[in-house]
C-alpha cells in the first residue's frame, strides 16, 4: 500500500520531530545527563514514534478503502501491520 504523498505530510512532520527529540536524548547521554531527565524524553520519542506509526496504518487503510473498496482490503495483512507496533 502507498500512501499519498499529500496524506504522508504530516506524518513525515512527525517523524522529523521525532528525530530531533532522538538527537537530543541521544545528546543527553553523551553530556551525562540525569537518568530520570534523559528517560522522560525517550518517552516523548517513543510515544511520537508510536503515534507515527498508528497515523501511517490508519492513513494507508483510509486510502485503500477509498480506492480499491472495503471488500479488497487485505484482512489479514491489516492485522500483521497493527500487531507490528504493539
Same mark, same amino acid.
Given at each position: 500500500?502507498?500512501? !499519498?504523498?499529500?496524506?504522508?505530510? !504530516?506524518?513525515l512532520?512527525?517523524?522529523?520531530?521525532?528525530? =530531533?527529540h532522538l538527537?537530543?536524548?541521544?545528546?543527553?547521554l553523551?553530556? =551525562?545527563q540525569?537518568?530520570?531527565?534523559?528517560?522522560?524524553?525517550?518517552?516523548a520519542?517513543?510515544?511520537?514514534? =508510536?503515534r507515527?506509526?498508528?497515523?501511517?496504518?490508519?492513513?494507508g487503510?483510509?486510502?485503500?478503502?477509498?480506492?480499491? =473498496?472495503?471488500?479488497?482490503?487485505?484482512?489479514?495483512?491489516?492485522?500483521?501491520?497493527?500487531?507490528?507496533?504493539?
Amino acid at each position: 500500500m502507498k500512501v !499519498p504523498e499529500q496524506a504522508a505530510k !504530516p506524518i513525515l512532520t512527525r517523524l522529523k520531530r521525532a528525530h =530531533g527529540h532522538l538527537a537530543t536524548v541521544i545528546r543527553m547521554l553523551e553530556d =551525562g545527563q540525569d537518568c530520570e531527565d534523559v528517560l522522560t524524553q525517550l518517552a516523548a520519542v517513543n510515544k511520537a514514534l =508510536g503515534r507515527s506509526g498508528y497515523a501511517l496504518v490508519a492513513t494507508g487503510l483510509q486510502h485503500c478503502m477509498s480506492t480499491e =473498496g472495503p471488500e479488497n482490503v487485505d484482512q489479514q495483512k491489516l492485522e500483521r501491520l497493527f500487531l507490528a507496533l504493539a
